[in-house]
């Protein structure tokens, strides 16, 4: 018996050491090296890599996906340019037909699927993908918080460098710390700046007459928003939100993605080709209606241009256009009685005005979004493999209430005959997802 006990001791630690030499080689195992190669992840290291780094871009890809292989060749270029930053960028990408785990866990419904991971937290990423402009846009989240401006030169380098992709704030005459903590809450939203230094000519070419003075730029939209205070936090972080959309926002996927976190009602506008003069004209009017109604959005959307988008608030080629509605952003909307449609060319500011007037009254009607065509427009934006998803996990609520309502009744005795009598038992939704049922 002595001799058992020292060598159970013993082998319990031989056992730790070897378990503390496989963690430890296991651990060398899950290093990453930023090299300026695609990093290829799966569920055995996928948490890691993510931890691993502060900025990382995931490609979440299906192996048969057209896009997915032209997509490829693209990050393969960008990877080695974000690697070689002084606060590096990792491109990684993982196989989410094969790896379903990670797919559900990130919500992943169609592909490519791009998530940017900031410190391990997700965000959906709807930049670029073209490996110049994928680079311009992702050194935006590396960019220090607010950039130090010193000179009209300065200004000129930071509007250029940061591209078309994200509103500009710039802070002409304010200390740094009067926008520091919005910069910090919205940096994945915007780009911010202070500038000590500069010219009468900055303040011309800017828009602005007297110091401090916030200037907010949509280089998009080649539009300028001037805020001159109060410069306390609750007006500073109103004016930034209402200017992360232009004026009047054209609507289309990528647009609909951006209202989805803006809580303000819509005075979305239908026409029949926005591209056209007349339509060009009655958007200005709109712009300008905009930055009179701050509380609320303004957007436009011709058919001829989303004409599926365009067909659920009832707007087609044979309706009269242009018309008004407030849309909520999801299934309801509004028209103002004897206001809906602006059909005069040559009164449209003043319809815009009477069409505004009536809503803020409550002279309105509510309607819904014509069903099939909004089923088709979701679809397009969320994916079909979610909508299979909805089907099979309605149709599990509905088999549990049935087994329920099963359970809850008492038994009955009777004859032989009865209890051999056939009855139809509910059998468990299986859900399959095929490649032929995938879409890119």
């Avoid at 378990?19 to 996928?46: I, M, R």
């Avoid at 930034?240 to 809580?263: A, E, G």
């Avoid at 009832?314 to 009269?320: C, I, L, Q, S, T």
């Avoid at 969320?382 to 309605?394: A, K, M, N, P, S």
Wanted: net charge negative.
């Amino acid at each position: 018996m002595r001799l058992i006990f020292p060598l159970l001791v013993w082998i319990s630690f031989l056992i730790l050491a070897i378990s503390l030499s496989s963690t430890s080689s296991a651990q060398e195992e899950t290093k990453f090296k930023v090299d300026g190669k695609v990093l290829e992840l799966d569920e055995s290291n996928f948490e890691s890599a993510i931890s691993s780094f502060d900025l990382i871009l995931v490609d979440f890809y299906a192996p048969w996906c057209g896009h997915c292989k032209r997509l490829a060749p693209q990050l393969d270029e960008a990877a080695p340019v974000l690697a070689g930053l002084k606060e590096p960028v990792v491109i990684a990408k993982v196989n989410a037909d094969k790896y379903k785990r990670l797919a559900n866990k990130y919500e992943i419904d169609a592909f490519p699927s791009l998530k940017i991971f900031m410190h391990g937290v997700p965000t959906e990423y709807y930049g670029p993908r073209k490996p110049e402009l994928l680079i311009r846009y992702l050194k935006k989240f590396v960019a220090p918080n607010v950039a130090m401006l010193g000179s009209d030169a300065a200004v000129s380098d930071f509007v250029e460098e940061a591209g078309t992709f994200f509103p500009i704030f710039i802070g002409f005459g304010l200390d740094e710390s009067v926008i520091s903590n919005l910069a910090i809450k919205y940096k994945k939203k915007a780009w911010f700046a202070v500038a000590k230094d500069f010219s009468e000519d900055a303040m011309l070419l800017y828009d602005f007459d007297k110091v401090p003075a916030l200037v907010g730029i949509q280089p998009t939209y080649n539009e300028r928003s001037i805020f001159y205070g109060p410069f306390e936090e609750g007006f500073l972080e109103d004016f930034i939100k209402q200017n992360f959309l232009p004026l009047s926002v054209p609507i289309n996927h990528d647009t609909l993605k951006l209202l989805k976190d803006d809580k303000r009602k819509i005075v979305l506008t239908l026409v029949e080709d926005e591209g056209d003069e007349k339509s060009q004209k009655l958007i200005k009017l709109l712009k300008a209606a905009a930055s009179a109604n701050r509380d609320l959005v303004f957007a436009y959307v011709g058919v001829k241009q989303f004409e599926e988008f365009a067909d659920t608030f009832g707007a087609n080629k044979k309706a009269k256009l242009p018309k008004m509605v407030i849309w909520d952003g999801d299934v309801e909307y509004l028209t103002v009685i004897d206001s809906e449609n602006i059909v005069d060319e040559e009164d449209h500011g003043s319809q815009i005005s009477r069409f505004l007037e009536g809503y803020r009254e409550g002279k309105t009607e509510q309607k819904q979004i014509a069903g099939p065509s909004f089923m088709g427009y979701i679809n397009s934006l969320i994916g079909i493999r979610t909508v299979y998803i909805i089907v099979f996990l309605v149709g599990m609520m509905m088999l549990i209430r049935s087994l329920a309502k099963d359970e809850d009744e008492p038994l009955r005795v009777g004859t032989r005959d009865q209890s051999e009598q056939a009855t139809d038992v509910p059998r468990p939704l299986e859900e399959e997802y095929r490649e032929g049922d995938k879409e890119d």
